[in-house]
């Protein structure tokens, strides 16, 4: 029996998810094993037309032409899944709203350019999505358990606590009992509360999980710090997201 | 299918060939994420921890000339082994990123296959070496900056985590026993048949408080980055393009080995410094030299007590900063302007491949001059082996 094809494509992005599969290194082998990766830009030149069993999608589909790409492997995928920060948030460049693109395409490069960056959206703005593989960027360990399940026909699930159950279990001291500003409480887990082991803040890349209390940490936060901050961590990872623009936003 | 990119390359860039003036364009086709103006109205804390997401090939890069160029803007001089855990960071961010773009994007071209995973069959003690090497340089920047990609343990003057020394001392092992991986690497890449070409190559490399260059300018100031690393605006390109003093350079591996004198002396003879193919073998001189450079430091931090301090910003101080190293592709710069509470009221950022985009174009005009005897879709190929040769960064490019 041939194996499930699979394609990578990249939008725009830092190409760290991607770089984060070739880190999987003897587990890529694996992988090989068991999907025909038949389109993947950034290590190969092989390239085939669809019909895929799926796609893994990275970064923010910004320009026209990404966002034909989008469409053509939705309709040539039995699944789409995201791979990162900027597939499933539209990430860091999701930080630059619409309105402001013009303002700054002026001052970077001058009257006269062209852009070719419309805006930064998740895929879902687009396209509908099977599974977003979340992380900024995505962790190894992530990927194998995704990589897993595909392979044994499930469908991917997500961790429905937030991070703070992987960061009690790191035995990290709770930033916010320490008065320190803190997403992980509202974000989904998976990371491992990797950041806050290394000592950094959670700005939330891992995306919001089910039943997110943010009015809670709405009101924790505003006793720790002034709403420029508060602005800053939601506006790192979660500016596109309807909570923050219905319930974040307006509190600001 | 994905459009018609160069492959095997980091970002999208096409090349626009025309045959019959012997001209060549490099489309960079990336979207702008517009970054500098992502900073601004972030706190300067937030830069290091924002700019590494420019790059997933070189994020630490971008992590500590951000948190550089802080540091100067605050007038902070960091403690010793605050300077020798980056050095050591950065080692291993040097040796991560020449191992990707040698095995996965540039040894394909050179043995027949069509990518770097496809060597476990060809040549599976070759494909060993590699992944031993991609695995010591990925243990190398998690053990001091807490990941793999887009570290998180440094701040403003110091570190928000230093490594056990138990952990050093483990990864110091380790690190010896890739000095002999990083050697077969070298030798791999010097019995390569690289393609021929012969260029006026200029070259230019950072060191200390100075721009070194093999052009007519031998050197000048760092500080004065933006006037003498002039970028301009083209039409058919997204990412700028930079030339030092008006002339076209090339940055990076073969860039330093040839202005440094400081290592790869061995392999002198076999570099061609008239041909930008012999960066894939300065890229593999690196990666040797590095592997011993990552031992020295770690030996030095086993024997220094780790100071834990954190350097305070003075806000006294110019409040404006440079952040300049020497990343896998060349010199970068970051410089960041803050305001009295410390959020940046002005960023910029100039990148190695920016100033290589130039130095392609004109190599690659030369290669279509010295090669009208061959049919076109062979030469074709040798300017994507050529672009390739370059390592180009194209998200660090646009940024």
Not at chain 1, 18 to 23: A, N
Not at chain 1, 82 to 110: D, F, H, M, T, V
Not at chain 2, 113 to 133: M, Q, R, V, Y
């Amino acid at each position: 029996m041939s194996k499930p094809k699979i394609a990578i494509c990249d939008f725009t992005d830092c190409e760290g998810c991607q770089v984060q599969i070739i880190s999987l290194r003897e587990k890529l082998l694996d992988l090989e094993k068991h999907f025909d990766i038949v389109d993947w830009r950034l290590v190969q030149a092989k390239k085939e037309k669809g019909p895929y069993f799926a796609t893994l999608v990275e970064g923010t589909p910004i320009t026209p032409s990404e966002i034909e790409t989008l469409k053509y492997f939705r309709e040539q995928s039995k699944y789409i899944f995201g791979l990162g920060s900027c597939a499933s948030l539209a990430g860091i460049p999701g930080i630059i709203s619409k309105e402001n693109r013009e303002k700054w395409y002026k001052i970077i490069y001058g009257a006269g350019y062209k852009p070719q960056g419309i805006d930064a959206l998740p895929i879902q703005a687009f396209v509908k999505v099977d599974f977003l593989i979340h992380g900024c960027p995505v962790g190894q360990e992530q990927l194998v358990r995704f990589f897993e399940e595909l392979m044994a026909g499930q469908t991917p699930s997500y961790r429905n606590y937030s991070v703070c159950f992987e960061c009690k279990v790191e035995g990290n001291p709770c930033r916010l009992v320490e008065k320190k500003p803190c997403l992980g409480p509202i974000t989904q887990a998976g990371c491992k509360a990797v950041c806050v082991s290394g000592g950094s803040a959670c700005y939330g890349c891992f995306g919001l999980r089910t039943e997110p209390n943010i009015r809670a940490l709405l009101t924790i936060l505003n006793n720790i710090t002034d709403k420029k901050e508060i602005e800053r961590y939601f506006t790192m990872f979660l500016s596109r997201t309807e909570e923050y623009q219905k319930i974040v936003k307006p509190n600001l | 299918m994905n459009p018609e990119f160069i492959t095997k390359i980091e970002g999208h860039g096409a090349l626009h060939i025309d045959w019959k003036k012997n001209n060549v364009q490099l489309n960079v086709l990336e979207g702008e994420r517009l970054f500098e103006g992502i900073l601004v109205g972030r706190t300067a804390e937030e830069s290091h921890w924002i700019t590494p997401r420019i790059c997933g090939v070189c994020p630490v890069a971008h992590h500590l000339a951000s948190a550089k160029a802080a540091e100067d803007a605050f007038g902070i001089i960091p403690a010793q082994s605050t300077g020798l855990l980056r050095d050591l960071m950065l080692a291993g961010q040097l040796i991560q990123s020449h191992v990707l773009h040698l095995f996965f994007l540039a040894l394909p071209d050179y043995l027949g296959i069509d990518k770097g995973t496809e060597l476990s069959k060809k040549n599976p003690a070759l494909f060993k070496t590699a992944l031993s090497l991609k695995e010591i340089s990925d243990e190398i920047v998690f053990c001091v900056g807490g990941r793999n990609i887009h570290p998180m343990t440094t701040t403003i003057g110091g570190f928000l985590k230093v490594p056990a020394k138990k952990s050093l001392e483990k990864l110091l092992g380790k690190v010896k026993i890739a000095e002999k991986a990083a050697k077969k690497t070298m030798e791999l890449f010097s019995s390569l048949a690289y393609p021929e070409l012969d260029v006026d190559l200029e070259f230019v490399a950072q060191k200390g408080d100075f721009i070194l260059s093999t052009g007519d300018v031998k050197r000048s100031l760092i500080k004065d980055y933006k006037q003498d690393l002039q970028e301009e605006v083209r039409q058919y390109s997204s990412a700028k393009f930079a030339k030092y003093k008006k002339r076209e350079v090339l940055a990076g591996a073969l860039a330093r080995i040839a202005l440094y004198d400081e290592y790869g002396r061995e392999y002198k003879d076999k570099l061609n410094f008239r041909n930008p193919f012999y960066n894939n073998l300065a890229q593999a001189i690196e990666i040797y030299h590095l592997t011993k450079t990552s031992q020295d430091i770690i030996d030095r931090l086993l024997k220094t007590e780790l100071d834990l301090t954190i350097k305070k910003p003075n806000l006294e101080a110019s409040l404006r900063g440079i952040g300049a190293l020497e990343a896998p592709r060349g010199g970068l710069y970051h410089e960041l302007h803050l305001d009295s509470n410390g959020i940046i009221t002005y960023a910029n950022i100039l990148t190695p491949t920016v100033q290589n985009l130039s130095s392609i174009e004109k190599s690659a005009r030369a290669l279509l001059e010295q090669t009208e005897k061959f049919a076109q879709k062979k030469r074709e190929r040798l300017l994507e082996m050529l672009v390739r040769a370059y390592d180009p960064c194209i998200t660090c490019a646009v940024h």
